[in-house]
């Protein structure tokens, strides 16, 4: 591999994407996507005991369905790339012990998905794995558990606040398939100041318009070259931030620009305010839709530009900022 321009990685034998699974709830199943998951859940305990153990399963069916569409064993994968969004991602450790594959866990907020991806791809490029698997999850109770109010005290939701998806993807990284990983670019962290747990969308949106325009200039790309621009997940109240941070620029996205918290909800039938998040939206876009178009043909070169609150609990309780991050990786169809 080799960098070009300040931040971004070109890949000279560039991996490729051998399979993928995305799993979700009943709220994904009902969306504008819902039938595009490799399989939904009606109960969203996953008939476990905790929400926090029904996102591990999560995970883990996810895996499972990659490795299954592969016809790949456990044993064959050098490397599992995962995190989620609960304190020591406790979904991706629980979930994915009984693979026994040597473990790396990620935390990239609502980002992981790019990250574990490029990660992935790095290993695999740089000949230090022959098969990486890259997965994360949310889970909308678990999620609500820790950062915001317990689901019982039935608060009332802003207008600018997000669904978080409970929801799960997964990708196995190789060599031989049909849709090759071009290029990477590592995110820099961003805050302008906002502090509302309830407003995420602003919070990532200055993040996602520095990556995308340092990818552009790093590639003497415009967006037109791409059949998509997909951020995920900055929401109605992002997205739209996003398009005034890039027009300061000079750039117009909104031709070629869609968001993966917009796409998976169907927000005039569906009560998800500004749209969704968690780390599972964007992944399950991406392995449930995005990727599915690749291999038919309907989409051939896309930024794929998951988009991350580096928040905590801790951090929100002494009156943090929320900064971002936003990380981007180059897809295109052979």
Avoid at 94 to 101: A, H, K, S, T, V
Avoid at 110 to 124: D, F, G, K, R, Y
Avoid at 267 to 278: K, Y
Avoid at 309 to 315: C, E, G, H, I, N
Wanted: hydrophobic share 40%.
């Amino acid at each position: 591999m080799k960098r070009i321009g300040k931040s971004t990685l070109e890949f000279d034998r560039p991996p490729t994407i051998l399979s993928h699974g995305a799993v979700g709830g009943k709220k994904e199943a009902e969306g504008p996507l819902g039938a595009q998951f490799d399989q939904t859940f009606q109960d969203t305990t996953l008939q476990e005991d905790s929400w926090e153990k029904a996102e591990a399963q999560l995970q883990k069916e996810a895996v499972t369905i990659a490795l299954r569409k592969a016809g790949v064993g456990p044993e064959n994968v050098d490397f599992i790339l995962a995190g989620d969004l609960l304190n020591q991602c406790i979904s991706s450790t629980f979930g994915l012990m009984d693979f026994q594959i040597p473990f790396l866990g990620q935390y990239g907020a609502c980002s992981t998905m790019a990250q574990t991806l490029l990660m992935a791809t790095i290993l695999v490029e740089s000949g230090a794995a022959e098969k990486a698997l890259a997965v994360t999850s949310s889970h909308f109770c678990s999620a609500e558990r820790q950062f915001r109010l317990p689901l019982e005290y039935g608060g009332q939701r802003s207008p600018t606040a997000q669904w978080t998806a409970t929801a799960s993807g997964c990708v196995l990284v190789g060599t031989g398939g049909p849709v090759e990983i071009r290029r990477g670019l590592a995110g820099k962290i961003q805050d302008l100041g906002v502090k509302d747990p309830a407003n995420m969308g602003a919070a990532m949106a200055p993040a996602a318009a520095s990556s995308i325009f340092e990818f552009l200039e790093d590639t003497h790309t415009r967006p037109e070259d791409y059949d998509g621009i997909f951020t995920g997940d900055l929401g109605l109240v992002g997205s739209r931030l996003l398009y005034e941070c890039m027009d300061d620029n000079g750039i117009d996205l909104r031709p070629v620009h869609q968001d993966c918290g917009l796409l998976l909800y169907d927000r005039e039938r569906q009560d998800v305010h500004a749209g969704g998040s968690g780390c599972g939206c964007s992944a399950g876009v991406l392995c449930g839709h995005l990727l599915r178009q690749m291999e038919k043909g309907e989409l051939k070169n896309i930024l794929f530009c998951a988009t991350g609150a580096l928040m905590s609990p801790t951090s929100q309780q002494q009156g943090l900022a929320i900064p971002g991050v936003c990380h981007v990786v180059q897809l295109v169809a052979k």
